[in-house]
């Protein structure tokens, strides 16, 4: 079937052309695993969407997500922009949230989407598996060297380097201020090595944070880097934040109650991003968290194959 229609969206920012960019392949019913690849690699984004009926008729879309190479059971950008698209396609309401279920690999997933008229829409999802730690030893002295740092750099306070997942696992790494983060220059081979792995045998990616941020409404400055084939540095990463949320709670201790952490991303990159996330702590513990963030779409037309 030719002319399935797809659109380009820029998430986790309110601007175009900086956050995170997202293909959106829609009407993708009959498209088999292998077209959805071929596609993917043709965008060549860190992530396409492929929208496909819902299996269950109360819910809005099945949706599969795709980076160039491989299949994901999850990602924060693709919900985002997916759920902003969709919502669009119904038409906003300026009053109220439209409300959305995707079905995900990983499972049903509940959306929230809001404008206020003029500009792009906010999305904000449910975790649909809070983050967990995960064993590992961690060498701190080889993440600092995969990293370009000295050993002195690595961790803050009482944040150390950690293996978390929220459906993706990352290694969450504290460094020790904007000047580190900035400095990071990362070798994908190193860290490859020495890194633990996913249960497909690939390399959890790294997501280095600090407490210092550009912007001054912002918690935390984060980078990640995904460490190939092929090496390279994501502009805005949902799933890493989700991820992050467990190593929050674990070294902030929060009292009980929902918090709020506006997390910036993608600045060394010139893709300036932002992601909002919030945590409903109870008893010292995660009892559900959201990832939100807006959409601004860029581009759209139809794939002539």
Same mark, same amino acid.
């Given at each position: 079937?030719?002319?399935?229609?797809?659109?380009?969206?820029? /998430?986790? #920012?309110?601007? !175009? &052309? %900086?956050?995170?960019?997202?293909?959106?392949?829609?009407?993708?019913?009959?498209?088999?695993?292998?077209?959805?690849?071929?596609?993917?690699?043709?965008?060549n984004f860190s992530e396409t969407v492929f929208v496909e009926p819902a299996r269950n008729p109360a819910h809005n879309a099945a949706i599969r997500i795709f980076t160039p190479h491989y299949e994901m059971p999850?990602?924060?950008?693709?919900? /985002?922009? #997916?759920?902003? !698209? &969709? %919502?669009?396609?119904?038409?906003?309401s300026h009053d109220t949230a439209t409300l959305l279920v995707l079905e995900e690999k990983i499972g049903d997933v509940?959306?929230?989407?809001?404008?206020?008229?003029?500009?792009?829409g906010f999305a904000e999802f449910d975790l649909p598996q809070l983050?967990?730690?995960?064993?590992?030893?961690?060498?701190?002295a080889a993440?600092?060297?995969?990293?370009?740092?000295?050993?002195?750099?690595?961790?803050?306070?009482?944040?150390r380097p950690s293996l978390w997942s929220a459906g993706v696992p990352f290694v969450a790494v504290p460094v020790a201020g904007l000047d580190v983060a900035a400095a990071i220059r990362f070798d994908g081979p190193a860290w490859a090595e020495m890194a633990p792995k996913r249960d497909n045998g690939a390399v959890a990616c790294a997501y280095l944070y600090c407490r210092d941020t550009i912007g001054h409404d912002n918690a935390f400055h984060a980078r990640m880097f995904v460490p190939g084939p092929p090496v390279y540095e994501d502009p805005?990463?949902?799933?890493?934040?989700?991820?992050?949320?467990?190593?929050?709670?674990?070294?902030?201790?929060?009292?009980d109650g929902v918090h709020t952490h506006w997390i910036e991303q993608g600045i060394?990159?010139?893709?300036?991003?932002?992601?909002?996330?919030e945590?409903?702590?109870?008893?010292?513990?995660?009892?559900?968290?959201?990832?939100?963030?807006?959409?601004?779409?860029v581009a759209e037309g139809t794939l002539a194959v």
């Open positions: 079937m030719s002319g399935r229609r797809y659109a380009i969206y820029d /998430v986790f #920012t309110d601007k !175009a &052309l %900086a956050g995170n960019p997202l293909a959106i392949v829609f009407d993708c019913d009959g498209l088999d695993q292998a077209g959805m690849q071929a596609i993917a690699r043709e965008f999850f990602a924060g950008h693709p919900t /985002v922009g #997916t759920a902003v !698209a &969709l %919502a669009n396609d119904i038409g906003l509940r959306c929230a989407v809001t404008s206020d008229g003029a500009g792009p983050s967990e730690p995960l064993d590992a030893e961690l060498d701190e993440i600092a060297a995969a990293l370009g740092l000295g050993p002195h750099q690595i961790g803050f306070e009482n944040h805005a990463t949902g799933s890493a934040a989700a991820a992050f949320s467990g190593a929050i709670v674990a070294f902030d201790q929060p009292q060394e990159m010139g893709r300036a991003s932002r992601i909002r996330l945590i409903d702590v109870a008893n010292g513990k995660t009892r559900s968290a959201r990832i939100g963030g807006h959409a601004v779409r």
